[in-house]
């Protein structure tokens, strides 16, 4: 089964660390937050990655090309022709497709971009800026047996502020930040079908605007409800959040070894 990845906007709510770097870039623990994404997807086997490139990509296939670079030792033998040598290499299992969508392409414009790299089977998608310790494989199972187009994961987003339980002037209980208001909203991590691509018109297609909402009309959009982790990483605060969680050993997307 292949992931697609989202991983070519401007992130111009991120300027802090955008203005250098595409925000799937952005580390979270030393590591590029699609780094995590990509190990979210491999902890439940699926090793099959096609990234939709956008703006400042070419950061993120040099990335990849010097992956061994990154997370090996290596000795360069400048004394025999510049040779390098790799030691103790921390392989993936990954395939990873990296296709230039576009800087302005919006996000269903991209998804229909690497349609031919796809194949004729179901597939995840997802953005490149958020993570969740979300059960991938109940996710898959969840889009089988409702036989529909497309299957998204429904999540109570992250408090921002404490909520007041009054009673007439009093405060009876107050309760720090509570999850979401009882609102279930869109958390990404999709399945979709290949033919849900078949919906999308040209480069200025949004997803969320032009493609889920014909889906719903039509009966075609089913919700697998998440209440666990979920956190997306849209501003500063956010990503030291997600740094905070990982630093101290509580990063509950870390579904790995």
Same mark, same amino acid.
């Given at each position: 089964?292949?992931?697609?990845?989202?991983?070519?906007?401007?992130?111009?709510?991120?300027?802090?660390?955008?203005? !250098?770097? /595409?925000?799937?870039?952005?580390? !979270?623990?030393?590591? *590029?937050?699609?780094?995590?994404?990509?190990? +979210?997807?491999?902890?439940?086997?699926?090793?099959?990655?096609?990234?939709?490139?956008?703006?400042?990509?070419?950061? +993120?296939?040099?990335?990849?090309?010097?992956?061994?670079?990154?997370?090996?030792?290596?000795? #360069?033998?400048?004394?025999?022709?510049?040779?390098?040598?790799?030691?103790?290499?921390?392989?993936?299992?990954?395939?990873?497709?990296?296709?230039?969508?576009?800087?302005?392409?919006?996000?269903?414009?991209?998804?229909?971009?690497?349609?031919?790299?796809?194949?004729?089977?179901?597939?995840? #998608?997802?953005?490149?800026?958020?993570?969740?310790?979300?059960? !991938?494989?109940?996710?898959?199972?969840?889009?089988?047996?409702?036989?529909?187009?497309?299957?998204?994961?429904?999540?109570?987003?992250?408090?921002?502020?404490?909520?007041?339980?009054?009673?007439?002037?009093?405060?009876?209980?107050?309760?720090?930040? *509570?999850?979401?208001?009882?609102?279930? +909203?869109?958390?990404? #991590?999709?399945?979709?079908? *290949?033919?849900?691509?078949?919906?999308?018109?040209?480069?200025?297609?949004?997803?969320?605007?032009?493609?889920?909402?014909?889906?719903?009309?039509?009966?075609?959009?089913?919700?697998?409800?998440?209440?666990? #982790?979920?956190? *997306?990483?849209?501003?500063?605060?956010?990503?030291?959040?997600?740094?905070?969680?990982?630093?101290?050993?509580?990063? /509950?997307?870390?579904?790995?070894?």
């Amino acid at each position: 089964m292949k992931a697609v990845i989202l991983a070519g906007g401007l992130g111009t709510r991120f300027s802090e660390e955008t203005q !250098v770097r /595409p925000k799937p870039m952005v580390e !979270v623990g030393g590591r *590029p937050i699609l780094w995590h994404i990509l190990k +979210i997807y491999s902890a439940f086997g699926i090793n099959d990655f096609v990234v939709c490139c956008g703006y400042k990509g070419y950061m +993120i296939k040099e990335y990849f090309a010097n992956y061994f670079l990154h997370t090996s030792d290596v000795t #360069f033998h400048m004394d025999e022709g510049n040779r390098m040598e790799v030691h103790h290499q921390k392989t993936e299992p990954w395939k990873v497709t990296l296709v230039d969508t576009g800087e302005s392409t919006q996000t269903g414009g991209r998804l229909a971009r690497v349609r031919p790299y796809l194949g004729d089977q179901s597939f995840c #998608f997802t953005y490149g800026d958020g993570l969740a310790d979300v059960d !991938v494989e109940a996710l898959v199972q969840h889009h089988a047996s409702q036989g529909l187009q497309a299957t998204l994961t429904a999540v109570q987003p992250p408090g921002r502020y404490g909520a007041l339980h009054l009673e007439d002037q009093r405060v009876r209980q107050f309760q720090e930040k *509570p999850d979401g208001d009882n609102a279930w +909203i869109n958390g990404g #991590f999709f399945v979709l079908e *290949p033919s849900v691509c078949d919906l999308i018109g040209d480069d200025a297609s949004v997803f969320e605007a032009d493609v889920l909402p014909r889906l719903a009309a039509a009966g075609q959009l089913s919700a697998f409800r998440h209440s666990g #982790f979920w956190q *997306p990483m849209d501003t500063l605060r956010e990503r030291n959040r997600l740094e905070a969680l990982w630093q101290g050993g509580q990063a /509950p997307w870390k579904r790995w070894p």
